[in-house]
């Protein structure tokens, strides 16, 4: 966080963005990032503490079937078990001016589902999120970073702006727009270069950073694999 405010950029949320880059042309000259976080665990109010000290905000996408409770959707390594944060850390990011997102409604594998399931993740997550929030729930980002056409299509006819992918291709961008808009994960190995360089890939897009992005994205399956060997 300390990087990015020494290099001049700033944070904003994807909604923000969507307005600023429809009422400006300059918007690709603005060192705006988005910070994002999926699942959402208790761990976010010590990252929502880091970022207030230098005036940063972030979007987050809990998975509404697990706000609260442990993450059961995920294989346990050494049968560690790491607890979601609750519906009050949520509505606290919210008052602090943090955009929130659906995550899905179980965590599964959505590409791989047919359409009255793909209708139940996404009506399902939204009405809990909603009811629970007091806002408007229109972002997703697709468990395991995977999205196809289908589900793509069927998120934005079924009332979302943005869908966000994690290792999907640019193309896939080009061809879906908004509704698959790509992202860097960073890990617990990232250094400060590491991270530097992939704030900086987006500024042009570099396709071989994203490549690098998609095969640690799938690795990132074999929890769903794992899962199922073990039952």
């Not at 509404?64 to 049968?79: I, P, T």
């Not at 009405?127 to 289908?150: H, M, V, W």
Request: some cysteine; aromatic content about 12%.
């Amino acid at each position: 966080m300390a990087w990015l405010k020494d290099h001049g950029y700033r944070t904003t949320t994807l909604a923000q963005w969507l307005g600023q880059k429809r009422q400006s042309c300059e918007a690709s000259k603005d060192r705006a990032v988005i910070l994002t976080f999926d699942d959402v665990y208790e761990s976010i109010d010590k990252a929502s503490e880091i970022m207030h000290q230098f005036g940063f905000i972030g979007n987050c996408f809990p998975v509404s079937r697990f706000v609260a409770q442990s993450n059961d959707w995920d294989y346990q390594f050494l049968g560690r078990k790491l607890k979601h944060a609750s519906w009050s850390a949520l509505r606290t990011l919210l008052d602090c001016g943090w955009e929130i997102g659906s995550h899905s409604h179980r965590h599964t594998d959505l590409s791989r589902l047919d359409q009255k399931q793909l209708s139940e993740e996404f009506d399902v997550s939204r009405k809990i999120l909603q009811d629970k929030l007091g806002c408007k729930i229109d972002t997703i980002s697709y468990p395991f970073g995977r999205a196809n056409e289908q589900v793509c299509r069927f998120a934005l006819e079924n009332g979302f702006r943005f869908g966000l992918g994690l290792g999907l291709s640019i193309k896939a961008y080009a061809r879906f727009g908004n509704m698959c808009l790509p992202r860097l994960g960073v890990y617990r190995c990232d250094s400060i270069k590491t991270f530097a360089r992939k704030v900086q890939s987006f500024s042009p897009i570099k396709e071989k950073m994203f490549n690098r992005q998609r095969l640690l994205s799938f690795c990132s399956q074999g929890t769903v694999l794992l899962k199922k060997w073990r039952r």
